[in-house]
């Protein structure tokens, strides 16, 4: 493991949104879903997500999600992916969304 120091860490911008529409996403090489999540002051966008094991479209919309919202855009399929959700592989290697368990305001950083 590499280790990082924390003017690294400070480079990500990690954020909490809220998932406001979620599209299925047949074109993508493994199950997924779009995710339109919106990241209060920075704005609206759209992330891919394999996350099709664990959630439904109705369980994930005005569910919270952390995500890196300062990478550079990825085309995935016919998609641009704006955003990365993150999450953990449980023991199957399915993922598992990282969120948090009481609101707060969309937008707000990782600290």
């Avoid at 924390?6 to 090489?29: C, N, S």
């Amino acid at each position: 493991m590499e280790t990082i120091n924390w003017k690294d860490f400070e480079k990500v911008e990690l954020r909490v949104g809220t998932i406001l529409e979620v599209q299925q996403f047949p074109e993508a090489r493994k199950p997924s879903y779009k995710l339109k999540i919106d990241f209060g002051e920075f704005g609206i966008k759209w992330s891919s997500a394999q996350i099709t094991k664990h959630y439904t479209p109705e369980t994930l919309v005005g569910k919270q999600v952390i995500a890196v919202i300062n990478f550079p855009e990825k085309q995935i399929a016919n998609f641009m992916s704006q955003c990365l959700v993150t999450g953990f592989a449980d023991a199957n290697g399915d993922i598992v969304l990282a969120s948090i368990n009481l609101p707060v305001p969309n937008g707000a950083k990782l600290c």
